[in-house]
């Protein structure tokens, strides 16, 4: 079986597979305003993938060579059979890591079961280590809680703990050094996102977006040096210190040839397949999601729309594609 690959020769061994788009944070970049079901949605909440469509989703995705899933949202731990979702993805045929976002709420009491349901690697979103701040831009004053849920994945034994920060100009930029001197001694990723404008921004990205550039420029200059990309790296530029144990991964969407790394496939938690995650309307695939005998007819519409991907998205144009927030089809 060929491996998925686009006109561009580039190949995807990876899906990000959201399970809910609802979320109980209300981000300021995200769902300011909390979540609201999508317009002239009928189903409102309830309309997300059951485990079966799942199951058949990541079979017909690992069966074309898919060997990575990352379970995101909305939130993804606010579903009630989210430990089952972690198994069943693990089990299937072919995947060899499963990995999830998360805003971190329910990490202290779940992280040891979801390791040992089989999830491989985690990345716990942390905007800011001053808790004042973490409550402004997340709307929850939780970042002890969130703090205490890493440490629970570290001890519960997850080897790859990312943490994933957005930039945001005037309110977390200045604190490079403080997120720094939290990774010196842990073995930590922190990846410093670059705010995205999406749909439903309105001057939010005009106030505070920021380039990585500027983080990239103080880091080598404090003596990291940037790692080599492999052939199947995502997107993300890292940076390590012989001084500290954690790395630093710079993910900015809006320089040059970010999307000539892109390795990843996207499918919303209503079962569309998203072949960017500034692209348009999505292909449904549920119809194909309903009883076991369909994988073919799966795979081969999957391979169809693939065909169809655009070299990079048009974030530079100031277009944001139709994707209104990054909850809606798992950021
Ligand atoms: N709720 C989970 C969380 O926050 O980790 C998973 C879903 S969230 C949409 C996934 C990631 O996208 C988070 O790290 C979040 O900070 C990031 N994100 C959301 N909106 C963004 C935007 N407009 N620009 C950059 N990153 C964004
Ligand atoms: Fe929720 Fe994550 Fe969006 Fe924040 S970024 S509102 S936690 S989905």
Not at 191 to 211: A, K, P, W, Y
Not at 221 to 229: C, F, N, V, Y
Not at 276 to 304: E, H, P
């Amino acid at each position: 079986m060929l491996p998925l690959q686009d006109g561009f020769s580039r190949r995807f061994y990876y899906l990000r597979l959201s399970v809910t788009d609802v979320c109980n944070f209300r981000c300021t970049y995200c769902l300011p305003d909390g979540y609201r079901p999508p317009e002239g949605s009928k189903e409102g909440r309830n309309a997300f993938l059951s485990l079966d469509e799942i199951r058949r989703i990541v079979s017909g995705f690992a069966a074309m060579g898919t060997r990575k899933v990352r379970l995101t949202g909305g939130e993804p731990s606010l579903r009630r059979d989210f430990t089952a979702i972690i198994e069943t993805v693990a089990n299937t045929p072919g995947i060899e890591k499963v990995a999830m976002t998360t805003n971190g709420y329910r990490l202290k009491e779940r992280a040891q079961a979801w390791f040992d349901a089989g999830l491989t690697a985690l990345n716990v979103s942390v905007d800011s280590l001053d808790p004042r701040q973490f409550h402004q831009i997340t709307g929850e004053n939780k970042l002890v809680e969130v703090m205490e849920g890493i440490a629970a994945a570290l001890a519960a034994g997850f080897k790859s703990v990312k943490i994933n920060a957005v930039l945001l100009k005037g309110l977390n930029d200045h604190q490079l050094d403080a997120f720094l001197g939290w990774i010196k001694h842990k073995p930590i990723e922190l990846r410093f996102i670059e705010l995205m404008q999406t749909g439903e921004m309105d001057t939010l990205f005009r106030d505070h977006h920021v380039s990585g550039e500027q983080i990239k420029r103080r880091l080598l200059e404090s003596g990291w040096a940037q790692q080599l990309r492999g052939k199947d790296d995502g997107p993300a530029q890292v940076f390590m210190h012989p001084g500290s144990q954690g790395r630093v991964g710079l993910i900015m969407p809006y320089s040059k040839d970010f999307c000539a790394g892109c390795n990843r496939l996207r499918v919303s938690s209503a079962g569309k397949l998203h072949l960017c995650l500034f692209g348009d309307n999505g292909v449904a695939l549920r119809d194909l999601l309903a009883a076991d005998n369909q994988q073919d007819a799966l795979q081969q519409r999957i391979r169809a729309a693939l065909a169809g991907k655009s070299a990079t998205h048009r974030l530079h144009e100031g277009n944001a594609g139709m994707t209104p927030h990054l909850a809606s089809i798992g950021g």
